[in-house]
């Protein structure tokens, strides 16, 4: 459990800051070791001053005294440049955390935050970062300083006096040894409470991002006595171990206590009987108490990265887990033009269960290959793999088994920032910044581009999703439309992430029912910017739950779910080339036909 700490500290160190911010660290901690020994250095003068006033010599205290003022004149010099150094190495860390932690979050394949969302979230690393910051402000603002002057004090007490530097050995021999108890104890019983806090974290903010539904269902008061009871429990189990925590901390501090005053009856016993020069008591005093005070000072930066480490280990254990879609050396660039041909060989997957349980299968031995600039589409029931297929195209996670080739090349061994370039997925749900119109559309476009897009093309593209420049964007292309969009409506919102496909130019995309926010009227619309949109340089997988949005679909896959399949039957039910061709053909495709005839006349 130490060394778990003491990596952690580790990681911290070399995962969150710069070489430059390390360089004003270790100068920050030269400038506070110089400052500690001049701040020590009156009490070592002290004796040489009390002999010469004792000895009337004037000229001797004065020298002295001098010498005192020196230091701590001095001090403060070495005081500001330590502030100083100070302020550079958080500044430094304070820019480095940021990118450290976003570019090991955003590290992961898309689908590990879709199945793995309830530790891979942000909530998790913001409450993490905050307790980082808390270590390293504790850390540098009392625990190194402490450190140093115990051992500052500590050589000062075994110079002067041996005898008294033993005693506080054993002062320094206790602290330790009840430390990594300590330290082993509450890790032990506070990672399991860490992993209840961040539940309940995951829960507020759950309430929070659905406040509107919350509210319209009268909800509130329900959700905040729900919320209070499981916190009440929560922090009942967590202030057991914390009373536990501080009674032996108080016992600790009660027996360094003892000790101390140990150390001084025999101090003032040898002065008495003559063994110790009076004048010496004083240092020796001095240190000592001081020793005794920075390990109390000591204890407080303990108990902070006691309470923070959990919160921390789980954070390293979530940005540390592995790609689910590793990228392999010398990786193969997506040809430079043209669509790109597709085909699924034996491509089986299966979703990993909680709780130990079997791995759920969606897709199981599904073949198909496609020529490049082919649109199709994908039919389904619900549970059928429609929306698994897609995934897979964009490699948000990589197969179970089989190969997936895109021009021949399988998708493992492509460079996956270069194909995702390339490629585009629209999904259901938009995923919109609380950025202006203008970002917005051009977020995936290679930034060497955006220069060559002006105003009036941009604008041509969003009006060809019916977006036009009317009342809600009140400052053209610079207007902020919200946290995901929430000052469009629904169907703006849908129209606006469609834009931003099409002024992409990609040459593979997925469209997973897209058009399922729109009115009839805008729909057909959109529907024919789209097709224009997809031309002949791109292929199109076209997810379907309404058979209208497959109008310009060259084939048409229709899939059945694994469940209720007999031995023998393939998971494809047909492959079909036309609307015709699938009514005559498949008995899936037939049934919706029929239910959406019926839906269309009821």
């Not at 430059?20 to 500690?36: H, K, L, P």
């Not at 959700?223 to 901390?249: L, N, P």
């Not at 491509?347 to 649109?375: N, R």
Request: one cysteine or more.
């Amino acid at each position: 459990q130490m060394k778990n700490s003491v990596d952690s500290l580790k990681w911290i160190w070399t995962e969150l800051t710069t070489q430059e911010g390390r360089g004003y660290f270790f100068r920050m901690v030269a400038y506070i070791s110089i400052q500690i020994l001049l701040s020590m250095a009156p009490v070592a003068i002290v004796p040489m001053w009390l002999d010469a006033i004792g000895a009337r010599d004037l000229t001797r205290s004065l020298w002295l005294m001098g010498a005192i003022a020196v230091t701590i004149f001095v001090g403060q010099v070495f005081s500001r440049a330590n502030r100083r150094s100070w302020e550079r190495a958080f500044g430094e860390l304070r820019t480095q955390m940021p990118v450290a932690l976003t570019r090991k979050f955003l590290s992961k394949g898309i689908g590990q935050y879709r199945q793995e969302g309830s530790y891979l979230s942000a909530s998790n690393v913001e409450k993490a970062r905050g307790r980082v910051w808390g270590i390293t402000e504790n850390l540098t603002f009392g625990g190194i300083a402490a450190v140093l002057e115990i051992s500052v004090a500590y050589i000062g007490v075994w110079w002067f006096y041996p005898a008294a530097g033993a005693i506080v050995s054993i002062m320094f021999a206790v602290y330790l040894i009840s430390s990594v108890y300590l330290n082993k104890q509450i890790l032990e019983k506070c990672k399991p409470l860490e992993g209840l806090f961040n539940k309940h974290d995951r829960y507020r903010n759950d309430v929070w991002d659905l406040a509107e539904r919350v509210i319209n269902s009268a909800k509130i008061e329900d959700e905040i006595r729900h919320m209070r009871e499981w916190m009440e429990d929560i922090m009942s189990a967590d202030r057991r171990i914390w009373f536990w925590h501080i009674d032996v901390t108080s016992a600790r501090g009660a027996v360094l206590g003892m000790i101390f005053i140990l150390e001084m009856v025999f101090v003032t016993h040898n002065v008495v009987g003559g063994n110790l020069h009076f004048t010496l008591a004083v240092p020796v005093f001095f240190w000592s108490f001081g020793l005794f005070n920075n390990i109390w000072r000591l204890g407080f930066v303990e108990r902070v990265i006691s309470w923070s480490i959990p919160a921390v280990q789980v954070m390293i254990e979530t940005l540390e887990s592995p790609t689910n879609v590793p990228v392999r050396e010398n990786p193969v660039k997506v040809n430079s033009a043209g669509p790109l041909s597709v085909e699924f060989k034996n491509v089986s997957f299966a979703y990993p269960a909680d709780d130990g349980k079997d791995p759920q299968m969606v897709l199981k031995d599904i073949s198909f290959s496609f020529q490049g600039g082919e649109k199709i589409g994908l039919v389904g029931l619900s549970g059928s793999g429609k929306s698994t297929i897609g995934y897979l195209l964009m490699r948000f996670m990589d197969p179970t088994s089989g190969e997936i080739l895109l021009n021949g090349v399988n998708l493992r061994d492509l460079e996956l920032d270069q194909y995702r370039q390339v490629t585009g997925h629209i999904a259901q749900e938009p995923q919109i910044f609380d950025r202006s119109v203008r970002e917005n559309v051009l977020y995936q476009v290679p930034s060497n581009e955006l220069d060559k897009l002006t105003d009036e093309q941009i604008w041509k593209v969003l009006e060809s999703v019916e977006l036009e420049n009317g009342s809600r964007f009140s400052q053209g292309l610079d207007t902020r439309i919200g946290r995901n969009g929430m000052k469009l409506s629904g169907g703006q919102r849908q129209r606006l992430m469609i834009a931003a496909a099409i002024i992409q130019n990609l040459r593979l995309i997925v469209i997973d029912e897209a058009t399922s926010s729109l009115d009839a009227e805008t729909e057909l619309k959109v529907q024919m910017s789209i097709e224009k949109m997809l031309g002949m340089d791109t292929t199109a997988f076209v997810i379907a739950h309404r058979l209208c949005t497959l109008r310009f679909c060259d084939k048409i896959v229709i899939l059945r779910p694994l469940e209720g399949l007999e031995d023998g039957e393939q998971q494809i039910e047909y492959i079909a080339t036309s609307f015709a061709d699938a009514l005559a053909n498949s008995p899936t495709f037939k049934k919706f036909a029929d239910i959406q005839r019926r839906l269309i006349e009821f």
